[in-house]
Nanobody, 126 residues
């Protein structure tokens, strides 16, 4: 059974940092791309980053570029999202998802990802 679980969210002040983790199991990790999405109530999901675990190529949406860094630990089947210089507009529920690579050609889109985990809430106070 494919499983993904995002964790590491919390409450942080603007300018602070958080590191999200995505634990995965049930599939061949190196054969998949892992994407990060965030959801704000009343808005469409935003694909913010992804990593192709086979070659560790990455993609970032403009909204997070230069502040967020995605990485993977293939041995542990984990993906991380380091979030720095957080802003109140980063407040959302963050999800990780797995899909067939490559991801990030010109964006990160929901339809590219087949498996989704439970999200983790990130709240950035001003």
């Amino acid at each position: 059974e494919v499983q993904l679980q995002a964790s590491g969210g919390g409450l942080v002040q603007a300018g602070g940092s958080l590191r999200l983790s995505c634990a995965t199991s049930g599939f061949t990790f190196d054969d998949y791309a892992i994407g990060w999405f965030r959801r704000v109530l009343g808005k469409e999901d935003e694909g913010i980053s992804c990593i192709n675990t086979g070659d560790e190529s990455t993609y970032y949406a403009d909204s997070v570029k230069g502040r967020f860094t995605v990485s993977s630990d293939n041995a542990k089947k984990m993906v991380y999202l380091q979030m720095n210089r957080l802003k109140p507009e980063d407040t959302a529920v963050y999800y990780c998802a797995a899909g067939v690579p490559p991801c990030g050609y010109d964006g990160v889109y929901r339809y590219e990802f087949d498996y989704w985990g439970q999200g983790t809430q990130v709240t950035v106070s001003s």
